[in-house]
């Protein structure tokens, strides 16, 4: 059983930055691809980025792309979103997932076996 954590949420203005961080409790972290994915109220979760379990290979919803960048340490077991010049549609909670069943990257939030509890981000006009 993978237990993920997130932190790093909070509230901040437009225009403004954050960076999420998500630990994991395995040592096999390494291997696995990992994700964000977000929901606002009454929206569906959505993809937001994902990275191969080297770090090598990233991928980003065309909304955050050039906005976002996701990284990992794996030393640390940790997964990271780095959030830049947020927006108010940016407001959501802020998920992260792991992929176990393969080692490349899906933007599908059933393709993903493991999620945390989730982190809220708000960011104001």
């Known amino acids: 059983q993978v237990q993920l954590l997130e932190s790093g949420g909070g509230l901040v203005q437009a225009g403004g930055s954050l960076r999420l961080s998500c630990a994991a409790s395995?040592?096999?972290?390494?291997?696995?691809?990992m994700g964000w994915f977000r929901q606002a109220p009454g929206k569906e979760r959505e993809f937001v980025a994902a990275i191969s379990w080297t770090g090598g290979s990233t991928y980003y919803a065309d909304s955050v792309k050039g906005r976002f960048t996701i990284s990992r340490d794996n030393a640390k077991n940790t997964v990271y979103l780095q959030m830049n010049s947020l927006k108010p549609e940016d407001t959501a909670v802020y998920y992260c997932?792991?992929?176990?069943?393969?080692?490349?990257?899906?933007?599908?939030?059933?393709?993903?076996?493991?999620w945390g509890q989730g982190t809220q981000v708000t960011v104001s006009s």
């Open positions: 997932a792991a992929r176990l069943r393969s080692y490349s990257i899906a933007t599908m939030f059933n393709e993903y076996d493991y």
């Open positions: 395995e040592r096999t972290f390494s291997r696995y691809a």
